[in-house]
């Protein structure tokens, strides 16, 4: 750059900043000012916890995940947690308890048929656009009352320059290390996995829009891969002043696009999605009318802006710190923790292998019901139409009876292989999901229903029972059985896996079959025992190699 030209830009910079700002850009900057803090600040004292008590000898990728994952939650401090999702609910466990009536004994096959699992009660609340975007609005008013409050003590300010600088240093960092954290669960494509083979037996129609669109992208893991290569690219863009409005950019296409699609495809996550999305045009708009100048009316354009100094060394080596300590944390570290869940312990899949003799796709041969064989008919209400056993620790199989729907992405960060609901939710067509421990010395299946919103509509009521008294498996059928903390491989292991299996569970009402298994090679599999409601139940099932259009993924998660 010649002399004149460097004299230009210093004097430019100059004349800025010592330019007064309008009254109506001071008040502006205010509100924008408390806004993003608002928005960039966690307000739940579980996320300070979990900073706080995380333990870095043994870490588990959602440890990082929801220091990454966070958004403004005003209301959850005066109302409880919302957007969890609903399979790890205490209340849809409750509301299932509650909407049931006593037992009666399933006797009759035919009473058994009328007793239709579809009824519509316990149904999820439809959404709200304004209400998804509460906590926002509350963000917003908080900013115009502390900006009236700042107006009244604060009346010689000409500008904030460096207050912009810092606000844009929060608002950068806080996208950056969300969208890395957003992007590493499909760099390792957790996110939306592979479809399981009972997913790929359900009928297209029988899936919801969501479902749709997220066994969409997974049936593509490499492209999942590229997603998450974008959105990790943008967060290490952001990390740095240069770079911050090619991140920016990048930011909000890539978010935008996702933003779109959950709300054409009902997704879930386009608030999560849309804060990106605004994020990333704040950091953006101050460039906009330069990029404008310089490509669209193609003059000499000055980008410049006003820093503090940070030449003294403590504030240098301490700049210098934490953006180390940043890169430490959320490369070195997330990216050993998502491997190791990538591998061994993905957490939409059920991290336990499942039976190897038992896995395969069945055709149900021969159904009977307290003795009396029911024969094939599509339209038979309680005769199973086919079978899988999944690589991992679940029975699925269709029955010709609708369930409620799992309304659910199947997400949330549960250790338990049971509240792992991706291969149900979303799903209808009275599809079953089973998750089963297995006594291998006695070969008896102790199976629950993984779909707890079935429960939502049931005129059943099954006895309540304390944690005491709930022995459906005995001391010594766990004894073969052994602890499920410890059933996947030891690199998994993590302080937040001990802490969840050693907390008391509360009772889950859950429809349970207790089934004998036997097989010589897994061929044919006899299935004998009690089924959900204690009728006896005799089941034999032939194995079949199914094929399917779509080809085997290359990129599998899990280890089975």
Not at 73 to 91: E, M
Not at 165 to 177: F, K, L, Q
Not at 181 to 193: A, N, S, V
Not at 439 to 450: E, G, M
Request: glycine residues 8%; charged residues 20%.
């Amino acid at each position: 750059m010649s002399e004149h030209k460097q004299h230009d830009t210093s004097s430019i910079a100059r004349e800025v900043a010592i330019k007064p700002w309008s009254k109506s850009k001071k008040f502006g900057f205010r509100v924008l000012f408390i806004f993003l803090l608002a928005m960039c600040i966690p307000f739940s004292g579980n996320w300070y916890k979990n900073v706080f008590t995380l333990d870095w000898s043994r870490p588990h990728y959602r440890d990082l995940y929801d220091i990454a994952r966070f958004q403004p939650s005003f209301v959850s401090l005066f109302v409880g947690q919302r957007n969890r999702d609903i399979t790890d609910s205490p209340g849809a466990e409750a509301g299932a308890e509650k909407s049931k009536k006593k037992p009666k004994t399933a006797q009759k096959i035919n009473s058994e048929r009328g007793d239709q699992a579809g009824r519509q009660t316990g149904l999820p609340q439809k959404r709200n656009f304004l209400l998804d975007y509460l906590d926002w609005g509350i963000a917003l008013l908080i900013g115009f009352i502390g900006a009236l409050i700042w107006t009244i003590f604060d009346r010689k300010s000409k500008s904030y320059h460096l207050l912009y600088y810092w606000i844009r240093v929060v608002v950068r960092y806080r996208a950056g290390i969300g969208i890395i954290g957003f992007g590493f669960t499909k760099l390792f494509p957790t996110q939306m996995p592979y479809p399981s083979l009972g997913l790929l037996n359900s009928n297209f129609g029988d899936f919801t829009a969501q479902k749709v669109y997220w066994l969409s992208v997974g049936i593509v893991p490499w492209y999942q891969v590229f997603g998450g290569v974008v959105e990790i690219l943008a967060g290490v863009l952001l990390f740095f002043r240069k770079t911050t409005t090619f991140g920016a950019i990048l930011l909000v296409a890539a978010l935008g696009d996702i933003t779109f699609v959950n709300y054409a495809y009902d997704g879930g996550v386009h608030v999560y999605a849309f804060y990106f999305v605004v994020l990333g045009l704040f950091l953006a708009a101050d460039d906009f009318p330069k990029l404008y100048n310089l490509l669209i009316l193609e003059r000499y354009t000055v980008p410049f802006r006003i820093y503090p100094d940070l030449s003294q060394p403590a504030l240098k080596y301490t700049r210098i710190g934490l953006k180390a300590l940043t890169f430490i944390i959320f490369f070195g570290v997330m990216t050993y923790t998502e491997v190791i869940n990538f591998k061994y312990d993905p957490y939409k899949q059920p991290s336990t292998a499942g039976l190897k003799v038992l896995r395969g796709n069945y055709r149900v041969t021969e159904f009977k019901i307290n003795g009396q064989n029911i024969p094939y008919n599509p339209l038979d209400s309680v005769r199973w139409q086919e079978a899988t056993f999944e690589n991992w620790t679940t029975l699925t199989f269709r029955v010709n009876r609708p369930v409620l729907i799992d309304p659910s992405n199947g997400g949330g960060s549960p250790m338990r292989d049971i509240q792992r609901t991706f291969e149900i939710s979303g799903v209808a067509g009275g599809q079953r999901a089973f998750h089963y421990y297995a006594d291998t010395v006695d070969h008896v299946l102790y199976l629950q229903d993984k779909n707890v919103m079935a429960l939502r509509g049931k005129r059943k009521e099954a006895v309540k029972k304390t944690p005491e008294t709930d022995n459906w498996i005995s001391q010594v059928a766990w004894q073969h059985i052994g602890n499920e903390k410890e059933m996947i491989d030891k690199r998994a292991w993590s302080t937040r896996r001990d802490r969840e299996f050693a907390e008391k569970q509360p009772v889950t009402k859950r429809n349970r079959m207790v089934l004998k298994y036997d097989t010589a090679d897994g061929n044919r599999v006899i299935l004998s025992g009690l089924n959900e409601h204690k009728d006896s139940i005799y089941v034999v099932l032939d194995r079949y190699q199914r094929q399917y259009i779509l080809p085997k993924s290359s990129l599998n998660a899990g280890k089975y």
